[in-house]
Nanobody, 124 residues
């Protein structure tokens, strides 16, 4: 059984930093591309950032470019460093892992394993 688990969420002041972590695990499970999505209250889920299998390529939404950094800590763990946080970054953040695609992508269809989500609140 595959488990995708996020951690590190919480409350941060506007302009501050927060680091999210996600570990995907399971028997005979190797996450390839991994990504972070978020869902702002009342809106559809949107892609935030993605990294390829070995972290050589990344993709970012325009809204977070230059502020967020995604990285692979190891084969099963992906990090999201959020700098210069804004109130509009407040959302539930979801980690996603792909088992059939190695490339970084913001398309949710490429990811077949998802975490439960973790709340990030940016206070202004």
């Amino acid at each position: 059984q595959v488990q995708v688990m996020e951690s590190g969420g919480g409350l941060v002041q506007a302009g501050g930093s927060l680091r999210l972590s996600c570990t995907a695990s399971g028997r005979s499970f190797t996450p390839l591309a991994m990504a972070w999505f978020r869902q702002i209250s009342g809106k559809e889920r949107e892609a935030v950032a993605s990294t390829s299998w070995h972290g050589s390529n990344t993709w970012y939404a325009d809204s977070v470019k230059g502020r967020f950094t995604i990285s692979r800590d190891n084969d099963n763990t992906v990090l999201l460093r959020m700098n210069s946080a804004k109130a509009e970054d407040t959302a539930v953040y979801y980690c996603a892992a792909a088992t059939r695609d190695v490339n970084a992508s913001g398309s949710s269809r490429k990811y077949d394993n998802w975490g439960q989500g973790i709340q990030v609140t940016v206070s202004s």
